[in-house]
Nanobody, 123 residues
Framework: QVTLVESGGELVQAGGSLRLSCAASGRTFSSYTMGWFRQGPGKERVFVATITATGAYTYYADSVKGRFTISRDNAKNTVYLQMDSLNPEDTAVYYC????????????????WGQGTQVTVSS
């Protein structure tokens, strides 16, 4: 089992940057594929980015490709989402998630979720 806690969300102006962190519990963090998802106002939760256990593979939604970077520090049991060139469409609650096994963009395949952190981008 793993417990995830996101942090770093805040109000930021369009064009700005934020780095979200997700701290994980447990001794087996390095064996999990991690993902970031987001849910905007009145919208469903959607995929943002994922990173495999060793960090060898990353994948991004088209909407954030080139602007967001996912990374992890297994020694710190932490995954990060660096967000640059933010725009109001990025406003959402951001969730980190963990899964065992192969990479996936499907939120239903992720077994463990954090509570989310609010990112608001003002225009």
């Amino acid at each position: 089992q793993v417990t995830l806690v996101e942090s770093g969300g805040e109000l930021v102006q369009a064009g700005g940057s934020l780095r979200l962190s997700c701290a994980a519990s447990g001794r087996t963090f390095s064996s999990y594929t991690m993902g970031w998802f987001r849910q905007g106002p009145g919208k469903e939760r959607v995929f943002v980015a994922t990173i495999t256990a060793t960090g060898a593979y990353t994948y991004y939604a088209d909407s954030v490709k080139g602007r967001f970077t996912i990374s992890r520090d297994n020694a710190k049991n932490t995954v990060y989402l660096q967000m640059d060139s933010l725009n109001p469409e990025d406003t959402a609650v951001y969730y980190c998630a963990a899964k065992v096994g192969v990479r996936s963009t499907n939120p239903l395949s992720y077994a463990y979720w954090g509570q989310g952190t609010q990112v608001t981008v003002s225009s």
